[in-house]
């Protein structure tokens, strides 16, 4: 199993240049998120998906779409860049069980710089 | 949602040395993990805790829930320099079962 794959490592914009990160995982899990790391302020949660079909607001949602037409891509949409954006951004997911919370299987990451 | 306040932002120590990192909410969790990063990696999952008062072990880390479910800490006893990194708590919120929140973290350095 090659986990959670995100693509690609690095990537530097241009302000107003859109562009979509990608994610794709093999374990079968119904949960997917992207998350963002800022220095300081931890990882904080974007949008999630529990299933196909299915996505919803994490806590900083604004500037980017999701969309989970697959269970297993979950691809981030970056509108129009912004520099406010430059950040670290991971994708992870986990399966689903009731009345647990599975751990997080977290990508290598993708550094996005915005000029 | 809730918020958990982690302390320290920053810790250094002296190889050999116990570390300790501290993560606080002022509402009750309903379960705690904890992930570790190493610099340039991604956050990797090391345990959760879901009773009160739980203490659970990995050779040398140490991770306890509190008796209130509002607070818990993760502890090195002797540290190495494979320690090295960021150590996150983190609690499901928002009534949901899988949206994770993370704290701030602790970043670890330890002088060999």
């Known amino acids: 199993n090659a986990g959670v794959t995100q693509t690609p490592k690095f990537q530097v914009l241009k302000t107003g240049q859109s562009m979509t990160l990608q994610c794709a995982q093999d374990m079968n899990h119904e949960y997917m998120s992207w998350y963002r790391q800022d220095p300081g302020m931890g990882l904080r949660l974007i949008h999630y998906?529990?299933?196909?079909?299915?996505?919803d607001q994490g806590e900083v949602p604004n500037g980017y779409n999701v969309s989970r037409s697959t269970t297993e891509d979950f691809p981030l949409r970056l509108l129009s860049a912004a520099p406010s954006q430059t950040s670290v951004y991971f994708c992870?997911?986990?399966?689903?069980?009731?009345?647990?919370?599975?751990?997080?299987?977290f990508g290598n990451g993708t550094r996005l710089t915005v000029t | 949602g809730q918020q958990v306040m982690q302390i320290p932002q920053y810790q250094h120590v002296q190889e050999g040395e116990d570390f300790t990192t501290y993560c606080n909410s002022s509402?009750?969790?309903?379960?705690i993990q904890w992930y570790k990063q190493r610099p340039g990696g991604h956050p990797v999952f090391l345990i959760q805790?879901?009773?009160?008062?739980e203490v659970k072990k990995q050779k040398r880390l140490t991770f306890q829930f509190g008796e209130a479910k509002k607070n818990s800490s993760l502890h090195i006893t002797a540290t190495q320099t494979t320690d090295v990194g960021t150590y996150f708590c983190a609690h499901r919120s928002g009534g949901s079962n899988y949206k994770l929140t993370f704290g701030k973290g602790t970043l670890l350095t330890v002088n060999p």
């Open positions: 805790l879901v009773k009160s008062g």
């Open positions: 509402t009750t969790l309903s379960n």
């Open positions: 992870a997911s986990s399966r689903t069980q009731q009345g647990i919370s599975p751990p997080l299987h």
């Open positions: 998906s529990v299933g196909a079909g299915i996505t």
